[in-house]
């Protein structure tokens, strides 16, 4: 084990200082970023903070903080909710085996945030550490956060091993610099590892500090002082299910700003009906796609094959075909297929396409759509007086590509038994 020269309460002095400047610079712009804990909840150092990745959004990663190692995976699930799945390496316990090494522990952690910051009043969350298996990490928690565009500072409680109250502040001083610090009452005494003969945590010092640096590569690395005796590092990746994982930061739904989209008089239809086609056979996972036209009116049909809902899959078609329509489309009309029926129809005031990328549509909104279900009949989505000038359909074939994807999916079926007839009761 390394360990540095204990420097006493100057730590202290350290973290106000932090703080200081922290409220001093708290009016800077910079980009908001949440970072893990040591465990990979969202937090400071040892601790969770209330703040919540979004929907879909997650990281893995590793850290050495002596005395332990700990490799997790987090995601944000839902508006605000954060599940935590880590297993836990104790190099104070003895070996096992040489092949086994340590005790290890495997351990499921869980964020609830139950308010979101508004005006003077900040975010908090609850939650639970190690909340199934050995729970030898076991621990409940309670914190409010708030933050200052680029500062965040964070006041909870925690019980068992957590120790009760601690505190901390984050501070992203640039987009790729953040500093943390917190006042940690960690009780380390709770971390037997299941084994008597354990070697004992004892604390220098109540405070921890340190840097994240961030790449564009969504690959960060982090070091940090811990218990005023230990130096931890660590890294993780940064991913986002609603792109490809493994694609950096590249955004291949990336549009033109509204100011910058031509009017309907000033495109080709016919041409921009074959382009919307084509990206959206090559980009999303959906099939059988036809455009058709008519003056500043779109209606698009198609059949999903690749998404677990059928409004996910039409969320992704509007949010694609948005940021290519003229501004001034009048509607737009969405049909989805199952195995080549048209099932129902959306259809959406042109407007909504601006709203959306300018991200202000709002779910207020809704109440200007129009949404029913299709006739069987009317396998194309089309009623029978209803005329379009013109469709096409994709020009553009996928090649040198292929996609694996497994996922769960369901479909609902509501089943109908046939009346006997003639005389039968």
Not at 4 to 23: D, E, K, P, T
Not at 229 to 243: A, Q, S
Not at 248 to 253: A, I, P, Q, T, V
Not at 276 to 299: G, M, S, Y
Request: proline residues 5%.
């Amino acid at each position: 084990m390394n360990r540095l020269i204990n420097f006493g309460c100057s730590f202290r002095y350290v973290f106000v200082a932090i703080a200081i400047i922290c409220w001093w610079f708290f009016n800077s712009s910079y980009a908001q970023a949440a970072s893990p804990s040591n465990s990979g909840l969202t937090g400071l150092w040892e601790y969770p903070t209330a703040e919540i990745l979004g929907d879909g959004i997650g990281w893995f990663g590793y850290n050495e903080t002596y005395p332990y190692n700990q490799v997790y995976i987090t995601l944000g699930y839902l508006p605000n909710l954060e599940i935590n799945l880590r297993a836990t390496n104790f190099l104070n316990s003895p070996l096992i085996s040489p092949g086994f090494g340590h005790n290890k522990d495997k351990g499921f952690d869980v964020k609830y945030r139950i308010k979101e910051q508004e005006g003077i009043y900040p975010s908090i969350a609850v939650g639970i550490q190690d909340i199934s298996g050995t729970e030898l990490l076991r621990a409940y928690f309670i914190v409010g956060t708030y933050r200052f565009d680029n500062i965040a500072m964070s006041l909870g409680w925690g019980s068992d091993r957590l120790g009760g109250v601690y505190a901390g502040i984050e501070w992203q001083l640039y987009d790729w610099l953040t500093l943390k610090a917190e006042r940690s009452s960690m009780d380390y005494t709770y971390d037997y590892a299941g084994h008597p003969d354990y070697e004992k945590i004892e604390k220098d010092e109540d405070y921890n500090f340190g840097a994240i640096i961030s790449t564009p590569w969504n690959l960060d690395f982090n070091v940090s002082y811990q218990r005023g005796e230990e130096v931890c590092i660590g890294v993780r990746y940064n991913f986002d299910l609603t792109k490809p994982i493994f694609d950096g930061h590249k955004d291949r739904l990336k549009g033109l700003p509204i100011h910058d989209l031509p009017s309907w008089d000033e495109i080709d239809a016919k041409s921009m009906a074959t382009e919307i086609a084509n990206k959206l056979a090559t980009e999303l996972p959906i099939k059988d796609i036809q455009v058709f036209v008519d003056e500043r009116k779109l209606l698009i049909t198609y059949e999903n094959v690749g998404y677990s809902s059928e409004a996910e899959a039409m969320g992704r078609v509007l949010d694609l075909v948005s940021h290519i329509v003229p501004w001034d489309l009048e509607s737009i009309s969405l049909v989805p297929k199952v195995r080549g029926t048209a099932i129902s129809r959306v259809n959406i005031p042109g407007e909504h396409c601006a709203l959306l990328r300018l991200n202000e549509l709002r779910k207020e909104y809704v109440a200007d759509s129009q949404a029913y279900f299709l006739n069987p009949k009317e396998q194309s989505g089309i009623s029978g007086d209803e005329k379009w000038a013109f469709s096409v359909t994709p020009t553009e074939d996928i090649k040198d590509e292929s996609k694996f994807k497994v996922m769960p999916v369901y479909e609902l079926r509501a089943l109908r038994p046939r009346r006997l007839l003639h005389g039968s009761n």
